[in-house]
């Protein structure tokens, strides 16, 4: 293995090699340190030839030799002026300390003779021969000698206790000159035995040496136990007494102050309402506290258990009394629209002041970010007068993380469920599980399937903590999750959900939720009053328009937040005039506008269609953009389109081609051209089977090079036959077609029903067409087409 190494290493080098034994390597003289085989150890090196060889060579092959010096002389180094035994090393690093100091991690491979001194500039350099032992056969003799070596070693690592099971097993294994190279590293010697034993080549004559110098460390080693047992027992007989009274005494209040504690763990205990079964395992448990050593760590984990348990609220708490009336107006208080969503939690109140239980579906609120959703579960709790505690679930991938670890692992803990009980000391909270569709997953465990039995009114009336191991009650616990989309949470867990949706607000809520809450809010938090900024809803709704794009309303109050940070500066520069906003002033204090590529232009064009598209941050428009050139029927899809965008653009092209004489597309044109499809902001990856429709339309507009109104956007999944299919998040497409100025919006018929979801105001503000089959849609946009026009 050594040599392979060796092999390895000057394989890579620039060292010349004479044989396969010989080697021209940098060498290093010193008598700072003893060096050998099987050793390591350091040295602060300074500037000069030396350092610059090991800095040479630890960026090549690693490898110089260290020879120990016999004289002072430090120019013209000759071969009478060190050893000529040295040890070949590996450099295993170089760390600079200071300007001037460079500390050098070194490690011995092999011995090696020098032979001679080949170079001295730009630093020392000699030709060696590697004593190799691998081929080398030994006599019965020099095993038996080797065996003696190495009873004598470990008797001697016995008593000064330097060798391991793991390293003895690797001397049993070598041969009589690697072990012996072995037993001089590990060995008690002093400078001269270490290299007289590491320069004698006779390897007889060398373990005879290593014999009667461990021999001797040895004797001198029993001699000194022998020593101290002999001052251990003339230990003074007062002093022994005086010892032992000091440690009686400390124990006795050790015992005290543990007897203290472990009593009133036992009265806590039989105090609490669990079942006798857990009682018992629990006194079982406090009883083998009681008889371990206090400072232990084993008694530290287990008291740690013992508080824990204890300071759970196992107590049965009433739901407590609340007014439904109150509820509603602490609810309209703090959240301006949402009124199904207001709705529909003022009627889970009301069956749970009814039946004083919470049996019921698990709340899960859905929307996109900044709509209230957080906020909602705190307004809950501020009406029902429960306690709030929150728990992030984004990015959990430990099941252990819910279910908590087993007390027996090193560090354990409960779960975050029962730890945040823990924190608010009451079951009767409301306890916001947020981001549930954030959940991953890896070999730690689903944390999603932890929290089926979480959120089953079923089965989390005796939930049990890994940790814990006793069934605790979570039923009392009004459990609500926040999601932005559906789409990542498991089947399963969405089962046991009940499902609000939030939708993202239009410009007039929140013009008005600016005036009610953020501004307001953001006065408040910079120390300002309305004395100090006016802002006018003209303003406002300019913030609304080209400063912010969102679902929600997070963006709008950072928008608040800057400008009453200005306002805040004016006041404290000592002005007493307040800072009035215009629409002048705006870009400088906010700066640029919101680029809005989807506001429409009121306009016609050739091979670009407006779609609608839903995301997680609410609706956005998808305009789509064809162009033909001529070629031999490829089609081209750029625009980061997901897989079921690009079927939806084959569906497209080859209901076309099926029906190109209907539309008046001449049979060769799919030979003779190319297509080539783009969705404009290629960063963002976009995906689904809703631009089915906008598909067919784009490719009919350009083949056809018929215009089409940018005021008009169309949604809808389309098949092979020419069918319209029902699409999703049909309000969210709404709002976004009505902020992009887009007069006529085209939906499926299926869809139709839907529309009883969607704000009145919107509603009334677009012109819906409904459409079954792609020759309603073609009709709207197009009229009538036919193969002669």
């Known amino acids: 293995m050594l040599k392979q190494f060796l092999t390895d290493m000057t394989s890579k080098s620039k060292t010349e090699s004479v044989n396969e034994n010989e080697l021209t ?88 003779l020098i032979k001679e001194i080949v170079d001295t500039e730009p630093y020392l350099t000699a030709r060696v021969e590697m004593l190799d032992y691998s081929n080398r056969e030994y006599t019965v003799e020099e095993f038996a000698m080797f065996s003696l070596l190495k009873d004598k070693f470990y008797n001697l690592m016995s008593i000064v206790g330097r060798l391991d099971d793991e390293k003895e097993s690797g001397l049993d294994r070598m041969m009589p000159d690697d072990g012996a190279d072995y037993i001089s590293a590990m060995s008690p010697l002093d400078e001269e035995q270490f290299y007289s034993a590491l320069e004698c080549l006779d390897t007889k004559q060398r373990m005879k040496m290593l014999i009667e110098y461990i021999d001797m460390s040895l004797r001198t080693a029993q001699l000194e136990v022998e020593l101290e047992s002999k001052i251990a027992s003339n230990f003074a007989e007062e002093q022994k007494h005086r010892y032992l009274r000091e440690k009686k005494e400390l124990i006795d209040r050790e015992l005290n102050g543990s007897t203290d504690s472990i009593s009133e763990y036992r009265t806590k205990i039989n105090a609490l309402p669990i079942e006798q079964e857990y009682k018992d395992r629990l006194l079982k448990e406090l009883d083998r506290l ?37 509820a509603d107006r602490i609810l309209d208080e703090d959240h301006y629209g949402l009124e199904k969503v207001k709705t529909r939690i003022s009627e889970y109140l009301a069956v749970l002041k009814l039946t004083g239980t919470m049996k019921s579906p698990i ?28 728990l992030s679930l984004g990015g959990m991938h430990d099941e252990s993380e819910i279910r908590g670890h087993r007390k027996t692992y090193v560090g354990a803990m409960p779960g975050r469920i029962i730890a945040g009980l823990r924190q608010v000391g009451s079951t009767n909270t409301v306890f916001l599980l947020d981001e549930i569709d954030k959940l991953s997953k890896d070999y730690h465990g689903d944390p999603a399937s932890a929290l089926l039995e979480v959120l089953d009114p079923e089965q989390n009336s005796t939930f049990t903590d890994n940790y814990v191991e006793i069934p605790f009650d979570l039923s009392p616990v009004m459990f609500i999750t926040t999601a932005n989309s559906l789409s990542t949470i498991p089947a399963p867990l969405m089962d046991r959900l009940e499902i609000i949706q939030l939708d993202g607000y239009l410009p007039d809520e929140k013009l008005e939720i600016a005036k009610r809450h953020l501004l307001g809010k953001q006065m408040e938090a910079n120390g300002i009053t309305q004395d100090n900024i006016i802002i006018s809803d003209d303003i406002l709704n300019e913030i609304i328009e080209n400063y912010t794009r969102e679902a929600g309303v997070r963006q709008l109050e950072r928008s608040i937040a800057s400008l009453c940070r200005k306002a805040a500066k004016k006041v404290v520069a000592g002005s007493e005039e307040p800072l009035e906003i215009t629409s002048d002033s705006l870009r400088e204090y906010l700066g640029a506008q919101v680029g809005h590529y989807d506001t429409v232009e009121d306009t016609s064009y050739v091979g670009v269609v407006n779609g609608l598209a839903w995301t997680a941050t609410g609706g956005t428009t998808l305009p789509l953009e064809a162009v033909i050139f001529p070629g031999k029927g490829k089609l081209q899809l750029t625009g980061q389109l997901g897989e079921v965008m690009k079927e939806s653009a084959n569906i497209a092209v080859g209901y076309l081609e099926a029906n190109a004489a209907r539309y008046g597309i001449d049979p060769k044109f799919w030979e003779e051209h190319s297509i080539h499809v783009h969705a404009p902001e290629g960063a963002v990856p976009k995906d689904g089977p809703s631009a089915g429709v906008t598909m067919v339309t784009v490719l009919l507009s350009a083949i056809r090079n018929l215009p089409v109104s940018q005021k008009l956007a169309m949604t809808g999944e389309v098949t092979l036959t020419g069918r ?42 677009l012109s819906i067409s409904f459409s079954e089959k792609v020759d309603d849609v073609l009709e709207f946009v197009f009229g009538d087409i036919n193969a002669e026009s």
Request: with cysteine; glycine share 8%; charged share 30%.
């Open 363 to 390: 709340l899960c609120l859905v929307g996109p970010p900044g709509v209230g959703k957080t906020s909602i579960a705190k307004s809950v709790a501020r009406a029902t007068g429960r306690k709030f505690t929150r």
């Open 25 to 112: 390597v940098p060498i290093i003289p010193t008598s700072a340190m003893i060096i050998g085989p099987y050793t390591s150890n350091t040295m602060d090196m300074y500037r000069g030839k030396y350092l610059s060889a090991i800095l040479s060579v630890s960026e090549d092959t690693r490898l110089v030799v260290m020879a120990d010096r016999l004289t002072d002389n430090e120019k013209d180094i000759t071969l009478d002026d060190i050893r000529h035994i040295g040890t070949l090393c590996d450099i295993k690093g170089a760390m600079r300390y200071s300007r001037e100091t460079t500390r050098v991690s070194i490690e011995g491979k092999s011995r090696v």
């Open 290 to 326: 009681e008889g371990t050593p206090l400072g232990s760590q084993e008694a530290s984990v287990t008291q740690s258990y013992f508080d824990c348990v204890l300071d759970l609220p196992w107590e049965k708490e009433s739901a407590g009394e609340f007014d439904i009336a109150e």
């Open 724 to 765: 319209v299919l029902a699409i999703g998040g049909l309000r969210e497409k709404l709002m976004a077609a009505l902020r992009a100025g887009i007069d006529r919006v085209i939906i499926p018929k299926q869809n139709e029903k839907d529309l009883v979801d969607v704000p009145e105001k919107i509603r009334e503000s």
